[in-house]
């Protein structure tokens, strides 16, 4: 049971280059989440997903694109990436939306040129 | 939308002293309450949660309260040893809206 695995863990990127995060999870979860993280910052929503085929904008969507294709996977997409962008990015599941716990992966660091 | 405080950004504890970190939440809709801790390097994971029908939550050396009236939660880690130096996030939900985080704490336990 490997839960929550995202790819790739690190990557930099040049200004206006486009790149795709990957996220699967093994737990028949419904629910998927995108955050990224931030000195400071916390942990802020960038996009959800209620279920296969659903996607919705979290607190901070803005330059980022997703797909949910699949229930067990859940992918983030920067179109042309900004330095703006350079963070850590989660990916997490959770098999509720209201009271569930949610499983983090272990992180993508992402560094804009 | 929800908003959560969360308090002090930083804090630095002896070894075996207790540990309060306190937040704040906007919505009285709110019914979900759970704890994250981060080490270093390392992915966000649950610690503790409670709902809001209940006003406190103990499991070994950590605890939450929550004073619904007030809208304010916290956590409690009591005999602080290295181990608990991490950073910990707060968070509150309710139904039908994702999770939202506080910014954090970064717990110091200092041997």
């Known amino acids: 049971n490997a839960g929550v695995t995202q790819t790739p863990k690190f990557r930099v990127l040049k200004t206006g280059q486009s790149m795709t995060l990957l996220c699967a999870q093994d737990?028949?979860?419904?629910?998927m989440y995108w955050y990224r993280q931030d000195p400071g910052m916390g942990l802020r929503l960038i996009h959800y997903?209620?279920?296969?085929?659903?996607?919705a904008k979290g607190e901070v969507p803005d330059g980022y694109n997703v797909s949910r294709l699949k229930k067990q996977n859940f992918l983030l997409g920067l179109e042309s990436a900004a330095p703006s962008q350079t963070s850590v990015y989660f990916c997490a599941s959770s098999y509720s939306s209201t009271t569930g716990e949610l499983f983090f992966g272990e992180g993508s660091r992402l560094t804009v040129l | 939308g929800e908003n959560v405080e969360q308090h002090p950004s930083t804090l630095s504890v002896q070894e075996g002293d207790s540990a309060v970190i306190k937040c704040t939440y906007s919505d009285s809709a709110s019914n979900y309450f759970p704890w994250y801790k981060q080490e270093l390097g390392k992915r966000p994971q649950l610690i503790i949660d409670i709902r809001s029908n209940v006003g406190e939550k103990k499991d070994q050396r950590i605890a939450v309260t929550l004073n619904k009236t007030a809208k304010h939660f916290s956590l409690h880690i009591t005999e602080t040893q290295p181990e608990d130096s991490a950073v910990y996030f707060c968070a509150a939900i309710s139904d039908g809206t994702p999770l939202v985080f506080g910014k954090g704490t970064r717990l110091s336990v200092i041997a």
């Open positions: 737990m028949n979860h419904e629910y």
């Open positions: 997903s209620v279920g296969e085929g659903t996607t």
